[in-house]
């Protein structure tokens, strides 16, 4: 808390209320409206939560007039060039870089978890073979619950380390065995020599029948993804795990509300939605058509992977992608990409837009990473998943933190009811 003040003042000049500032490490001050309500008898309204603070965080920071990302104070261009995902993890999970012995030590407890008890991979088999990888990772991530109902007491700091240690392990798994149900082909079996992003591509592209190497170039590419997909702090599907987890609930269901709220398309299924319209835009000269089709209200198309409600100069990790696309093209003998080729065509156009420029519209995270995941020879459908495996760290984190936090309450927000006022219950004989 500083010294500073704001002090309000409603309809009653005698009745005033000082909000208390809370400063926070770096970033905008906050200020405190916990009171507000019992003193002055009013709510504040914030569609979107656009303006407010819903708890504090030692997590993430964002600023998004200037385009930085810390995790836990770690500028995220860092760790893009020099952490793993399983240290990015440990970084977020328990807040400092570990030191070789525990990063050893935790890379070998995620290792160790990353199987999957026989009769949940029976549940895919109450699957149609073209249900959306995301329905179905949201549903057995949720399944979970029903296993570890008895042995995950929240309260107890021992039995959060598991769940944390076993869903960053699992949902690999999940997320293959998902893949592998819409083939039609076996479950492969995660195999614990392999790193977490070579053991991913080896449970998705293996067959029992044949040998399989997984390709470094793909490991690589992957664990970078997955670092700068970690943490987002208060976005929209790790408020929906705070949200839900706050009610006490199980941990497992909580992160099933996330994936759900990270497959729609304003979120983590933008993705998918961006090679869809470029695929659908399909060569340089409709790119001006996509353009104004944008700018028009009265269209409901918008540039996906285009605008970010934080971002309002260039998001650095789309910077980071567009930089990796480059790099692991090349590597992958597709440098002359035409979906790459359009993507660059359209990001320049729009740039120079006064539409875009006036709204601080630029790429973020998900504009150029679906070109990667599509140069891997991952599905579409399964993008907007590789994105829940990577955040699946942030959700825990997030989680995690909340249940320490003493001053955790249930989330629930207020309202403006506009609906009608008390009326008085009619017949329905004497309706007209
Ligand atoms: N194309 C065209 N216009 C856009 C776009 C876009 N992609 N994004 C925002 N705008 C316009 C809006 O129409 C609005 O215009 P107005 O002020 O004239 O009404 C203005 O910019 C502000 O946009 P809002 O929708 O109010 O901004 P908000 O913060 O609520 O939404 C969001 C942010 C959802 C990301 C939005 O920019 C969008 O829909 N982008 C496309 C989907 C996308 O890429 N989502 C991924 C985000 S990153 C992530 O979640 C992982």
New binding site residues.
């Given amino acids: 808390m500083t010294d500073k003040q704001y002090i309000l003042t409603g309809p009653d000049p005698d009745n005033t209320l000082q909000l208390p500032v809370l400063e926070p490490t770096v970033g905008p001050d906050v200020l405190d409206i916990a009171k507000l309500y019992a003193s002055q008898g009013v709510f504040t309204y914030d569609p979107?939560f656009?303006a407010t603070a819903s708890c504090e965080s030692t997590i993430t920071y964002i600023d998004g007039e200037q385009g930085i990302l810390l995790y836990r104070g770690y500028p995220i261009e860092q760790l893009a060039a020099s952490s793993s995902f399983v240290e990015v993890a440990y970084l977020l999970l328990h807040g400092e870089l570990p030191s070789a012995a525990e990063l050893q030590d935790f890379d070998h407890t995620i290792r160790t978890h990353t199987m999957l008890n026989e009769s949940l991979l029976r549940f895919f088999n109450g699957f149609h073979h073209n249900a959306h990888p995301m329905a179905m990772i949201s549903g057995v991530v949720g399944s979970m619950s029903a296993f570890y109902h008895d042995t995950t007491d929240i309260h107890d700091p021992h039995d959060r380390d598991v769940f944390a240690h076993r869903i960053i392990a699992k949902i690999p798994t999940i997320a293959a065995a998902a893949y592998k149900h819409s083939l039609g082909q076996p479950f492969v079996y995660p195999r614990n020599q392999l790193s977490y992003c070579e053991n991913l591509l080896h449970m998705f592209f293996s067959v029992p029948s044949e040998e399989f190497e997984v390709s470094s170039v793909a490991a690589e590419a992957l664990d970078l993804l997955f670092i700068l997909h970690a943490d987002?702090e208060q976005?929209?599907s790790t408020s929906t795990v705070r949200l839900a987890g706050s009610s006490g609930t199980n941990p497992y269901s909580a992160i099933a509300a996330g994936i759900s709220a990270?497959w729609g398309?304003?979120?983590?299924?933008?993705?998918e939605?961006?090679i869809n319209m470029l695929e659908r835009i399909g060569s340089a000269s409709h790119i001006d058509e996509y353009v104004d089709r944008?700018?028009d209200?009265n269209d409901s198309?918008?540039?996906?992977?285009?605008?970010?409600?934080v971002y309002k100069s260039y998001?650095p990790r789309a910077q980071i992608i567009r930089e990796m696309c480059h790099r692991v093209l090349e590597k992958l003998g597709q440098s002359n990409s035409p979906l790459f080729e359009l993507a660059l065509r359209l990001e320049e156009i729009a740039l120079k837009d006064e539409?875009?420029v006036e709204?601080n519209?630029y790429p973020?995270?998900?504009?150029y990473s679906g070109i990667i995941y599509q140069a891997l020879g991952i599905p579409k459908s399964m993008f907007t998943v590789m994105?829940a495996i990577a955040r699946c760290v942030g959700w825990v984190t997030h989680w995690r933190e909340m249940l320490a936090d003493p001053e955790t309450r249930i989330g629930r927000p207020r309202q403006l009811y506009v609906g009608p006022a008390r009326r008085e219950y009619t017949d329905l004989k004497q309706r007209s």
Avoid: E, I, Q, S
């Fill in positions: 979107g656009a987002h976005n929209c990270l398309p304003a979120h983590g299924g933008a993705n939605a961006v944008a700018k209200r198309f918008r540039l996906m992977g285009f605008g970010h409600r998001d539409y875009f709204k519209l973020n995270v998900d504009f994105f």
